[in-house]
């Protein structure tokens, strides 16, 4: 009896176990916003009720549109404030069986393994993403000796301060706020900026190696559009400087005193703010900006005058 009872307790405690890990992975999962975790989280819910409820066969049946695995659009339509239509669910939610463990396959984003039911096919959070890590890049200069790059230097390091439109950096994807590593070998922790203009002045014409790390001042925060277009936030001249209570951009975690550097993934810096707004606008439902602190922003920026910083470079990039 002794011997049942311990293989009782046995069991039971790896099946807690197994529980416990399956319900951690469950936390661990990352979202792009907290929109899409709430959806997430509705259609585990409606998951587990179908694959509780459905009977037991030899084949699965793929599920229909309007079968109990895809959201009510009633429900979601204004769900939190979103503007949810059927074209919307059909581009962004992948309809899938429940799994043996009676959890539903949310649609994942392939950026960070990310769970994004509502945003993983944004091409926005896409050309926003800030890469972890570090990785080299070729440049060679123009017919004019030159490459399209201003260089600041930050705390000890290195960044990226304008690319110019069409210009040899911006070919290569160089960004406003990338940290410059090395150049050509030499480590540039401790330069100037005019140590590091005089390098790349110096540097060959047909080939520079830089070694860059993507944007380490900045962040990316998804948002979601509500019924009459907006996200719920103000900015002045670039500059966040109120928040709509109980908007996306307050669910998100969005601060004042920060500046927009991009709109899904396309630099804006030096735009008026009537055309900041007509990029919003134009956005679609899921929109992710790139955001950087008052404090930092406005020291990469100093003593660049309004004709340099038209210059930059404000392309769409490829992802």
């Known amino acids: 009896m002794g011997q049942i009872a311990d293989f009782t307790v046995g069991w039971a405690l790896l099946l807690w176990k ?9 936390t661990m999962s990352l979202y792009p916003s907290l929109e899409d975790l709430k959806v997430s989280k509705v259609l585990e819910a409606q998951a587990t009720i179908a694959a509780k409820m459905a009977p037991p066969a030899i084949e699965a049946e793929t599920p229909s549109a309007g079968s109990g695995l895809y959201p009510d659009l009633q429900e979601l339509g204004d769900y939190m404030g979103l503007d949810l239509n059927s074209e919307d669910l059909r581009q962004n939610m992948a309809i899938v ?3 043996e463990s009676g959890q539903a396959d949310s649609n994942q984003s392939t950026m960070n393994n990310m769970v994004a039911p509502l945003t993983g ?5 896409h050309r926003a993403e800030i890469k972890a890590g570090v990785r080299e890049v070729i440049l060679c200069k123009d017919q004019d000796g030159k490459v399209g790059l201003r260089l600041r230097a930050v705390d000890k390091g290195i960044f990226v301060q304008l690319v110019q439109a069409n210009s040899p950096a911006s070919l290569v994807g160089l960004r406003f706020g990338d940290q410059i590593l090395q150049l050509n070998g030499q480590t540039c922790a401790g330069w100037s900026t005019d140590k590091a203009h005089k390098a790349l002045k110096q540097a060959p014409q047909d080939r520079i190696s830089v070694i860059v790390r993507d944007r380490p001042f900045q962040r990316t925060i ?3 559009k509500d019924s009459t277009g907006h996200v719920g936030f103000i900015y002045k001249r670039g500059k966040i400087t109120s928040i709509v209570k109980d908007s996306s951009a307050a669910r998100n975690g969005l601060l004042t005193d920060h500046y927009v550097c991009e709109i899904n993934g ?6 008026k703010d009537s055309q900041v707004g007509d990029i919003l606008a134009a956005a679609g439902s899921a929109v992710t900006i790139t955001v950087m602190p008052s404090i930092i922003y406005e020291h990469m920026v100093k003593r660049m005058s309004s004709g340099l910083v038209s210059q930059m470079d404000h392309s769409t990039p490829e992802v």
């Not at 197994?18 to 469950?26: E, H, I, M, N, T």
């Open 18 to 26: 197994a529980s416990c890990v399956s319900r951690l992975k469950q």
């Open 97 to 99: 069986p429940a799994a």
């Open 121 to 125: 096919n944004s091409l926005g959070l």
């Open 222 to 224: 998804t948002m979601h």
């Open 266 to 271: 396309q630099n804006i810096i030096g735009l």
